[in-house]
């Protein structure tokens, strides 16, 4: 009792102890921190901020966080990233894929890929698509960008971006240069992104000195710092069997330093991640990141002390963006990148500079084959832009080697190698050599990058030599002998790659075969000399979507379409094919087989082949059981010959085995359903299905690999 006085003395002599600590005066620097997909939660965070009205003096981000923060400082609201995020392809841009090989390749997908950099040329494995990074970073940061013109400070909300020096580890702060190229440096993840240079440094993910980046916000004068942080807990638990546990734990202790100690009015706001993934950008993750980090963000502010002192502050508009082209300086040592640079996004002096179709160029260009990275590099003052493009072509030469094999066609092997500074043709040329047990081919091909107007166009010539046994079966499956098919194919065009994973091909076609008719049985030398088009809908690793062949030659003619639409249904995937020809006079080669490569239930592969076909299947699959999808196909189709050969006067040495008459009408429609498993390999997709058809005819498909 007696020190009861004594206490309360000191009580009335220092009140400012029992009072909270007062808040500092501004600056108030929001820090951001490293956590790959992880950081989409700090998209919720921004949220509760802007509702909260706290609007900080500058932006620190690593990581995800250079990305997220780079947007917010570029002037947009945490809506707008929301509805912003939710609508780019980050699953397919950030996704590991297999390794894709150049665009002449179409869509081959080479099993092992060799490219030659500064050592010789070196074995690339599956990676994050960077063309697709590139695009996204150029494209969604180019309000921010243009604005900065080199300066982070002129943004709405000052920034500074986190790497990391690859030499010796340390932290490098960016606070000016080409914002796009300063996050994609801060994002370098080990051994998903290789490392930025920028001037005469190589630089790396900044979560690997600063992750959780507080001491570079207290160096830069922040008297107060709100921390969104994403990091991961570590678990007691460790399953070490699993080789990817062990190797994710490894990987996050590279990303973790000391803890920075926060002060009594900072803030604090700790989202829980546990359970996802660093690189799931899924819808589902999207969505559930975002949710979780406003409810932390809402939490943490409810009881912090300086709420009332920092909320309520207005929204500020970003400024407006300069729109003037003042000039384009580029390498002089890469002319010719610096003129194809300028004429396709049209950055010519003296243009005004439309930000929506610029960012449409941008992306356009990603997918030309010509550059493996483009940054702005804006400068300039007043309403003019400068550039000084920072250009890095793709490596000269690449090789690639590819493998499939399908229980009726036996194995198929390709390698192809691709030169793109051929001395005599100034552009690029390939080979491609094709083995398989039904079909041999070598195709020479050379394309040339150039620019007619807007957008790029490359005129292409291909030389084609092809030989194959092509499959015969009666009419009740049985197979017969093959007919020996040979045939020379040249063609001369050009070619233009449109938006969204488009392609268009116009050339001259001369073509040269000896053949057998399916009909008549005779044996056949044929020339033709004509024109084709093709339109290609390709996905971002070469997957076709959608073909559209028209072909029109003095002896013969086609028009073929082949479409495949993909959704999902909750859990079920769904993919819908559509296949419709019509030839005159065609070459066996080029008659349509029902069903395409995938053939149709129950039958044998090259079965029912036709100068028309019709067919449609639907395929629905669901996970099983870990990597295992089932899958139900339904199937439709017809495919006859419109031509008579009676009344050529020839009877057909082998009648009814094939429908003659019209495609529409008559008899010869089939319907048919395969059940099996599925499941992504190294070697790409492998499918053991069960087919069968009206016909009582069942038949089993087995396939390791992507045909082609």
């Given at each position: 009792?007696?020190?009861?006085?004594?206490?309360?003395?000191?009580?009335?002599?220092?009140?400012?102890?029992?009072?909270?600590?007062?808040?500092?005066?501004?600056?108030?620097?929001?820090?951001?921190?490293?956590?790959?997909?992880?950081?989409?939660?700090?998209?919720?965070?921004?949220?509760?901020?802007?509702?909260?009205?706290?609007?900080?003096?500058?932006?620190?981000?690593?990581?995800?966080?250079?990305?997220?923060?780079?947007?917010?400082?570029?002037?947009?609201?945490?809506?707008?990233?929301?509805?912003?995020?939710?609508?780019?392809?980050?699953?397919?841009?950030?996704?590991?894929?297999?390794?894709?090989?150049?665009?002449?390749?179409?869509?081959?997908?080479?099993?092992?890929?060799?490219?030659?950099?500064?050592?010789?040329?070196?074995?690339?494995?599956?990676?994050?698509?960077?063309?697709?990074?590139?695009?996204?970073?150029?494209?969604?940061?180019?309000?921010?960008?243009?604005?900065?013109?080199?300066?982070?400070?002129?943004?709405?909300?000052?920034?500074?971006?986190?790497?990391?020096?690859?030499?010796?580890?340390?932290?490098?702060?960016?606070?000016?240069?080409?914002?796009?190229?300063?996050?994609?440096?801060?994002?370098?993840?080990?051994?998903?992104?290789?490392?930025?240079?920028?001037?005469?440094?190589?630089?790396?993910?900044?979560?690997?000195?600063?992750?959780?980046?507080?001491?570079?916000?207290?160096?830069?004068?922040?008297?107060?710092?709100?921390?969104?942080?994403?990091?991961?807990?570590?678990?007691?638990?460790?399953?070490?069997?699993?080789?990817?546990?062990?190797?994710?734990?490894?990987?996050?202790?590279?990303?973790?330093?000391?803890?920075?100690?926060?002060?009594?009015?900072?803030?604090?706001?700790?989202?829980?991640?546990?359970?996802?993934?660093?690189?799931?950008?899924?819808?589902?993750?999207?969505?559930?990141?975002?949710?979780?980090?406003?409810?932390?963000?809402?939490?943490?502010?409810?009881?912090?002390?300086?709420?009332?002192?920092?909320?309520?502050?207005?929204?500020?508009?970003?400024?407006?963006?300069?729109?003037?082209?003042?000039?384009?300086?580029?390498?002089?040592?890469?002319?010719?990148?610096?003129?194809?640079?300028?004429?396709?996004?049209?950055?010519?002096?003296?243009?005004?500079?439309?930000?929506?179709?610029?960012?449409?160029?941008?992306?356009?260009?990603?997918?030309?084959?010509?550059?493996?990275?483009?940054?702005?590099?804006?400068?300039?003052?007043?309403?003019?832009?400068?550039?000084?493009?920072?250009?890095?072509?793709?490596?000269?030469?690449?090789?690639?080697?590819?493998?499939?094999?399908?229980?009726?066609?036996?194995?198929?092997?390709?390698?192809?190698?691709?030169?793109?500074?051929v001395p005599l043709l100034h552009g690029e040329g390939s080979v491609l050599l094709l083995l398989g047990r039904?079909?041999?081919?070598?195709?020479?091909?050379?394309?040339?990058?150039?620019?007619?107007?807007?957008?790029?166009?490359?005129?292409?010539?291909?030389?084609?030599?092809?030989?194959?046994?092509?499959?015969?079966?009666?009419?009740?499956?049985?197979?017969?002998?093959?007919?020996?098919?040979?045939?020379?194919?040249?063609?001369?065009?050009?070619?233009?790659?449109?938006?969204?994973?488009?392609?268009?091909?116009?050339?001259?076609?001369?073509?040269?075969?000896?053949?057998?008719?399916?009909?008549?049985?005779?044996?056949?030398?044929?020339?033709?000399?004509?024109?084709?088009?093709?339109?290609?809908?390709?996905?971002?690793?070469?997957?076709?979507?959608?073909?559209?062949?028209?072909?029109?030659?003095?002896?013969?003619?086609?028009?073929?379409?082949?479409?495949?639409?993909?959704?999902?249904?909750?859990?079920?995937?769904?993919?819908?094919?559509?296949?419709?020809?019509?030839?005159?006079?065609?070459?066996?080669?080029?008659?349509?087989?029902?069903?395409?490569?995938?053939?149709?239930?129950?039958?044998?592969?090259?079965?029912?082949?036709?100068?028309?076909?019709?067919?449609?299947?639907?395929?629905?699959?669901?996970?099983?059981?870990?990597?295992?999808?089932?899958?139900?196909?339904?199937?439709?189709?017809?495919?006859?010959?419109?031509?008579?050969?009676?009344?050529?006067?020839?009877?057909?040495?082998?009648?009814?085995?094939?429908?003659?008459?019209?495609?529409?009408?008559?008899?010869?429609?089939?319907?048919?359903?395969?059940?099996?498993?599925?499941?992504?390999?190294?070697?790409?997709?492998?499918?053991?299905?069960?087919?069968?058809?009206?016909?009582?005819?069942?038949?089993?498909?087995?396939?390791?690999?992507?045909?082609?």
């Amino acid at each position: 009792m007696r020190f009861l006085p004594l206490l309360a003395a000191l009580c009335l002599a220092s009140p400012a102890m029992a009072q909270a600590p007062a808040c500092a005066a501004p600056p108030t620097v929001l820090v951001l921190s490293g956590g790959g997909a992880k950081g989409l939660a700090h998209i919720g965070v921004l949220r509760a901020l802007d509702e909260a009205g706290v609007r900080p003096q500058m932006i620190v981000g690593t990581s995800m966080g250079a990305i997220v923060g780079a947007l917010a400082a570029s002037g947009f609201t945490a809506t707008e990233l929301d509805s912003l995020v939710r609508s780019l392809p980050l699953a397919g841009a950030f996704g590991s894929g297999e390794p894709r090989g150049p665009l002449a390749w179409g869509a081959l997908l080479p099993l092992v890929r060799w490219e030659e950099g500064e050592g010789g040329f070196a074995l690339q494995g599956s990676t994050v698509r960077l063309a697709s990074v590139h695009a996204l970073l150029n494209a969604e940061l180019l309000r921010g960008n243009l604005i900065a013109r080199g300066d982070f400070d002129r943004l709405p909300i000052p920034l500074r971006v986190v790497a990391t020096d690859l030499a010796d580890r340390s932290v490098v702060i960016l606070g000016g240069g080409d914002l796009a190229q300063a996050v994609r440096a801060s994002t370098a993840v080990p051994l998903v992104f290789p490392p930025e240079r920028i001037g005469a440094r190589m630089l790396t993910d900044g979560g690997l000195s600063a992750n959780i980046p507080i001491a570079v916000a207290r160096g830069l004068g922040a008297s107060r710092v709100i921390v969104s942080d994403v990091t991961e807990e570590p678990t007691d638990t460790l399953n070490l069997e699993s080789p990817f546990v062990v190797a994710d734990r490894l990987l996050n202790w590279l990303f973790r330093q000391p803890a920075d100690s926060l002060g009594p009015t900072d803030l604090r706001v700790r989202t829980r991640v546990g359970g996802f993934g660093s690189l799931d950008f899924s819808p589902a993750a999207v969505d559930s990141l975002m949710a979780l980090g406003y409810a932390a963000g809402r939490e943490a502010l409810a009881g912090w002390s300086c709420l009332d002192a920092l909320g309520g502050q207005p929204a500020q508009s970003p400024p407006p963006m300069p729109t003037l082209v003042h000039r384009v300086d580029g390498e002089a040592g890469d002319p010719s990148a610096v003129r194809l640079f300028r004429r396709t996004l049209d950055l010519d002096a003296g243009n005004r500079i439309d930000p929506p179709l610029l960012r449409q160029r941008l992306r356009e260009l990603a997918e030309r084959e010509v550059f493996r990275e483009v940054w702005l590099g804006p400068t300039g003052g007043g309403d003019t832009l400068a550039f000084a493009p920072t250009l890095r072509r793709l490596p000269q030469r690449v090789a690639g080697l590819g493998l499939a094999y399908d229980t009726e066609l036996g194995g198929r092997l390709w390698a192809g190698a691709l030169d793109r500074q051929v001395p005599l043709l100034h552009g690029e040329g390939s080979v491609l050599l094709l083995l398989g047990r039904y079909r041999s081919d070598l195709l020479l091909a050379a394309r040339r990058p150039t620019l007619l107007g807007q957008p790029a166009f490359s005129p292409v010539g291909t030389l084609q030599f092809g030989g194959e046994d092509l499959r015969r079966f009666d009419v009740d499956g049985l197979e017969l002998a093959v007919d020996d098919i040979r045939e020379v194919v040249a063609t001369a065009g050009v070619e233009r790659q449109l938006t969204e994973g488009f392609r268009v091909t116009a050339t001259a076609e001369w073509r040269s075969w000896r053949d057998t008719d399916l009909l008549t049985r005779e044996r056949n030398d044929g020339t033709a000399l004509g024109g084709r088009v093709t339109v290609e809908k390709l996905t971002g690793d070469r997957r076709r979507l959608a073909r559209l062949d028209l072909a029109a030659t003095d002896i013969y003619s086609l028009a073929a379409l082949d479409i495949r639409f993909r959704g999902a249904i909750g859990p079920f995937r769904l993919e819908h094919q559509v296949r419709a020809g019509m030839g005159d006079e065609l070459p066996s080669q080029l008659t349509f087989p029902l069903g395409g490569e995938d053939g149709f239930p129950g039958l044998h592969l090259g079965e029912r082949r036709g100068d028309r076909e019709l067919s449609t299947a639907l395929t629905l699959s669901r996970r099983f059981l870990g990597p295992l999808w089932l899958r139900l196909t339904g199937a439709v189709g017809r495919s006859t010959f419109a031509r008579d050969p009676g009344t050529a006067g020839v009877s057909p040495r082998d009648p009814g085995f094939h429908v003659i008459g019209p495609l529409f009408g008559g008899e010869g429609w089939l319907l048919g359903a395969r059940v099996g498993l599925g499941t992504e390999t190294p070697l790409g997709p492998v499918r053991v299905e069960y087919g069968w058809n009206d016909l009582g005819r069942q038949a089993v498909f087995l396939r390791v690999g992507r045909w082609f």
